[in-house]
């Protein structure tokens, strides 16, 4: 392993506990400390002015015992005295609440005030550490987008949406004619009329929501690249990283193209939570720390492993013995290369008392502190191995997006059907890289895209030059339905302009709601399909499911095409394990 270390956060405590602590993180077997996490009041206590005298000395005592030092630039805390004197900075909800001051990321990391704090900061601690030889790596922010702050509908947030609308447009005409604004007297005469799309009676414009999003993410790709490149202009010796959450896959950015400006990526990994009654399974698991191997398709860090219970108001499941160092272990065999424990003691006081570490607050060694230091020892000179895949499964943040504005179907959850289509590589021990459409997807036998709504016609050339080149692509219901606007296209067959590649067009189709499904058959097998119900006519394809007992008439559900010298398999609904398992027989037989 690169490093095994603890998350610290001497400033809970003072100075009086340090040397003790450090010895003990030392007898646990860890080489590396986390600090400085939330701590921008340590670092600048009054405006302008940076006192770096304790983490100085914290760096000090751990150079004495050889440990490293991952240090983070903080951010998503806002020390008082910024709060006092620039309210303005908050987060506004879609009713227009403003987060008030003492939780966290209740900033908007747009507003223009915010950024210059916040890069002013990660200027002076780069200047300051950038010769300390135990710094090892920064990390920069703290899961950026976590807890709902991902979205902001602020009057700064207003203003950077308006000026990213009038530099994609330039015309306001052509926005309103790709927006089909006509429709409900949308029109818009200036792009100042523009509104952010906040909650109705009824739904707003899907082409708005959609560029909503797409600014979403330019914010928190401008945000994260502000930080690293603030820290690089000091710093260009240490590499740079970001410790994402494990709900990135469903937050309002993607998190490949936030990925972009750093060296590597680090992920926290939280089986469970707080309010949980049980962990996810090992799959799931499997899945969320290769989405985030992929950001970067490099190797990653865990920032945050868990070993206590955790919680901010309900605890919910605690890992029993040796369960924590199962998921550890299970995580080494997808491309981590660090692992680091959160936390190394809880805290007695503040909203994260029942967020319990690997020592309570009795101060005691017990069970968790030997957990932690038998895995350490036994996976202290362990290789770091990058897992070689196949298959890859092709990630689409405006499909993602596109299909969480309108869902369809109350039974949809993108996630869950990522997670569906993983498992069945899980099953059978096969690895799966988790790639970003914009990635060259040629090398990999199996392609599988979920629920790509929008697809260019560039990505559907490079998909037939991948299928007629001798590659597999598997496609969900609800491909290419939309324009890169969030449109339904006018005059074209679904899927559009792929009815030669899947040969298949869908006749007719249906959505499926909780609690609802339709029956089906592959072989002998009868099963059940879910969440939509494509009905797919035969241009060449050979069935593979078909629906029965339909009011419709009798289609496929399911079909294969022989193109060029691959295959294409189009899914038309959310199927049932066992004719899914099937399906995935055949299909990774090729």
């Known amino acids: 392993m690169k490093y095994l270390g603890v998350d610290y956060y001497p400033e809970q405590w003072g100075m009086e506990h340090v040397d003790e602590d450090l010895d003990d993180i030392v007898a646990l077997g860890a080489n590396l400390i986390r600090i400085g996490d939330f701590a921008w009041d340590i670092f600048e206590p009054e405006e302008g002015h940076y006192d770096f005298a304790f983490f100085d000395e914290v760096i000090e005592k751990a150079k004495q015992r050889d440990l490293k030092i991952l240090m983070c630039v903080p951010g998503a805390t806002v020390p008082s005295w910024l709060y006092q004197k620039h309210p303005e900075i908050m987060n506004e909800d879609e009713w227009g609440y403003k987060q008030p001051f003492g939780a966290r990321r209740g900033h908007c990391y747009a507003n223009d005030i915010y950024l210059d704090k916040v890069y002013a900061l990660a200027r002076k601690m780069a200047e300051h550490y950038r010769d300390e030889e135990n710094i090892v790596a920064w990390q920069v922010e703290n899961e950026i987008g976590h807890e709902g702050s991902d979205i902001c509908y602020c009057e700064s947030c207003h203003r950077k949406f308006i000026a990213y609308l009038k530099e994609k447009y330039q015309d306001i005409h052509e926005l309103n004619e790709r927006w089909g604004t006509s429709f409900w007297t949308q029109t818009y005469y200036s792009f100042e009329d523009i509104p952010l799309p906040r909650p109705s009676f009824t739904a707003q414009n899907p082409s708005l929501r959609?560029?909503?999003?797409?600014?979403?993410?330019?914010?928190?790709?401008?945000?994260?690249?502000?930080?690293?490149?603030?820290?690089?202009?000091?710093?260009?010796?240490?590499?740079?990283?970001?410790?994402?959450?494990?709900?990135?896959?469903?937050?309002?950015?993607?998190?490949?193209?936030?990925?972009?400006?750093?060296?590597?990526?680090?992920?926290?990994?939280?089986?469970?939570?707080?309010?949980?009654?049980?962990?996810?399974?090992?799959?799931?698991?499997?899945?969320?720390?290769?989405?985030?191997?992929?950001?970067?398709?490099?190797?990653?860090?865990?920032?945050?492993?868990?070993?206590?219970?955790?919680?901010?108001?309900?605890?919910?499941?605690?890992?029993?013995?040796?369960?924590?160092?199962?998921?550890?272990l299970d995580s080494l065999d997808h491309g981590v290369e660090t692992i680091i424990f959160f936390r190394y003691r809880g805290f007695t006081k503040g909203a994260e008392q029942f967020c319990f570490g690997i020592i309570d607050a009795d101060n005691e060694k017990r069970r968790k502190y030997y957990e932690t230091q038998s895995f350490f020892n036994e996976v202290r000179d362990r290789e770091i191995e990058y897992p070689h895949s196949d298959v890859c499964i092709v990630y689409d943040y405006d499909s993602k997006s596109s299909m969480a504005i309108q869902r369809q179907s109350d039974a949809f959850s993108y996630e869950k059907e990522c997670e569906k289509f993983y498992h069945q590589l899980y099953m059978r021990k096969m690895n799966c890289d988790i790639i970003p459409s914009d990635a060259d997807f040629s090398r990999y036998k199996t392609v599988i895209l979920p629920y790509m709504i929008i697809m260019s016609d560039e990505f559907k050339k490079r998909l037939k030059e991948y299928v007629s080149d001798g590659g597999t692509v598997v496609m969900s219901s609800r491909t290419a339905w939309k324009d890169t606007d969030n449109n339904l296209v006018f005059g074209k067959r679904l899927p559009v302009d792929l009815d030669d590649l899947c040969g298949v067009v869908i006749e007719e189709h249906e959505s499926l709601l909780k609690g609802q499904s339709s029956p089906c058959t592959y072989g002998d097998i009868e099963g059940e399909g879910f969440v939509f119900e494509e009905l797919l006519k035969l241009k060449g394809a050979r069935e593979l499911v078909s629906w029965t007992d339909n009011p419709f008439g009798k289609y496929a559900a399911a079909a294969v095409n022989d193109y060029g010298k691959g295959k294409c398999y189009y899914l038309g609904s959310s199927f049932d394990e066992e004719i899914l398992t099937k399906l995935f027989d055949l299909i990774l037989m090729n």
């Not at 993410?217 to 959450?245: C, L, Q, W």
């Not at 490099?298 to 070993?307: C, R």
């Open 210 to 328: 959609l560029e909503w999003e797409r600014f979403r993410n330019k914010a928190a790709v401008d945000f994260i690249k502000g930080m690293a490149d603030s820290v690089k202009e000091y710093d260009t010796r240490h590499p740079v990283t970001h410790d994402f959450e494990g709900g990135t896959i469903s937050k309002h950015f993607s998190p490949f193209d936030v990925a972009k400006s750093l060296d590597f990526v680090s992920y926290n990994n939280y089986p469970v939570w707080g309010g949980q009654p049980a962990p996810m399974s090992d799959s799931d698991l499997a899945f969320s720390v290769d989405f985030a191997r992929g950001f970067r398709q490099d190797k990653i860090w865990i920032t945050e492993a868990i070993m206590g219970a955790q919680g901010h108001n309900d605890i919910g499941y605690a890992p029993k013995p040796d369960e924590a160092k199962k998921w550890a």
